[in-house]
C-alpha cells in the first residue's frame, strides 16, 4: 500500500471519481459548500492487486472528523511560532471541516471536505481551501514519506472554479479547465524520474476500466425556483429548487467546459 496515496490522488482530481459538489444556498445566498469523494473503487482494486508477498497492515481504519477553526484554537499558541508563510497556510483552513472514513475491510473510502459561508463571496477562495486541506489529507496518508511530497503537489492540485451570482444566474466556471494533456505530461514526467512501479502499471493498463462508471456530480439547492439551466441532461427536482448535474469520467476527460454552467433563478 506504499503508493496507495498517489493512486488515490489520481482518482479524485485527474478522473474525478464518484465526487459529488454540493451548494445549499440560503435566501441571502449564503449556505454550506461541501465536495464529498467516493474513493472505493481504488481501494478495491489496490486491495484486490496487492502482491501476495506484501508485509505490514492494511490501510489505518478510521473515522472522524476534523473542525479546522477549534484544531487551530488549541494549537494556536504552537501556530504563533511558525513561519509567515506556515502560519498563511492554517488561516486557509479556517472555516473548513474534513470528515474522513476509512475502513478496507469493508471496501470504504470516503472523504468530505466543506465549509459554511456567510457570503456568496466567501466561495471566491473554496478551492484555494481544498488544496490546503487536501495537504491535511496527504499528510495523514503520506505520514511515512514513501510518496515524494513534490509529485503528490502535482497530482493532488485542485482545478481553480470561479462562482458568480449575478442578475438572479449563479454560474459555475473553470477558468484553468482541466487538461487532460498536462495530466498526461506530469504522469509522463514521473516516468521518467523512476516512480513507475510494477503496481502502478498494472494501474495504468485497468485505468480505463475501472473509471469508466466514474462520475462528477454537482448539486446546486437555491432559496426559489430555477428557470432554465444552461445544461441540457441536468435535472431539476420537483420543487424546482435543486440542480442536478451529473457528467461521466469520458466526457470529463475530453471536454474541458464539460463542468461550466449557469443556472436561472426566477424572479
Known amino acids: 500500500m506504499k503508493k496507495l496515496i498517489l493512486l488515490f490522488a489520481i482518482t479524485c482530481f485527474l478522473t474525478s471519481c464518484n465526487v459529488t459538489e454540493s451548494i445549499i444556498f440560503n435566501e441571502d445566498m449564503s449556505g454550506k459548500y461541501a465536495t464529498t469523494m467516493d474513493l472505493a473503487p481504488m481501494m478495491e482494486f489496490a486491495s484486490e492487486n496487492r502482491p501476495s508477498s506484501a508485509e505490514g497492515p492494511k490501510m489505518e481504519k478510521m473515522d472522524t472528523t476534523i473542525v479546522f477553526n477549534d484544531f487551530y484554537e488549541a494549537h494556536k499558541d504552537s501556530i504563533a511560532t511558525l513561519s509567515e508563510e506556515q502560519r498563511a497556510k492554517f488561516e486557509t483552513l479556517k472555516g473548513m471541516v474534513l470528515d474522513m472514513n476509512i475502513d478496507e475491510a469493508n471496501n470504504v473510502f470516503n472523504i468530505k471536505m466543506g465549509k459554511t459561508f456567510e457570503d456568496f463571496n466567501e466561495l471566491g477562495n473554496v478551492f484555494e481551501q481544498m488544496d490546503e486541506t487536501m495537504n491535511y489529507v496527504k499528510a495523514i496518508g503520506n505520514k511515512d514519506g514513501q510518496a515524494p511530497s513534490e509529485q503528490l503537489d502535482v497530482l493532488t ?111
Open 157 to 267: 492540485k485542485t482545478d481553480k472554479v470561479k462562482y458568480t451570482f449575478e442578475n438572479n444566474t449563479f454560474s459555475r466556471f473553470e477558468p484553468n479547465s482541466m487538461n487532460s494533456g498536462d495530466s498526461e505530461e506530469s504522469l509522463d514526467e514521473m516516468e521518467e524520474e523512476g516512480e513507475k512501479d510494477e503496481f502502478s502499471e498494472q494501474f495504468e493498463m485497468q485505468f480505463q476500466e475501472i473509471f469508466s462508471g466514474s462520475y462528477y456530480t454537482l448539486i446546486y439547492k437555491f432559496p426559489r425556483k430555477v428557470k432554465s439551466v444552461s445544461k441540457e441532461n441536468a435535472v431539476i427536482s420537483e420543487d424546482g429548487k435543486t440542480v442536478t448535474y451529473k457528467v461521466d469520467w469520458d466526457t470529463l476527460k475530453d471536454d474541458d467546459t464539460a463542468l461550466n454552467l449557469d443556472v436561472v433563478l426566477e424572479d
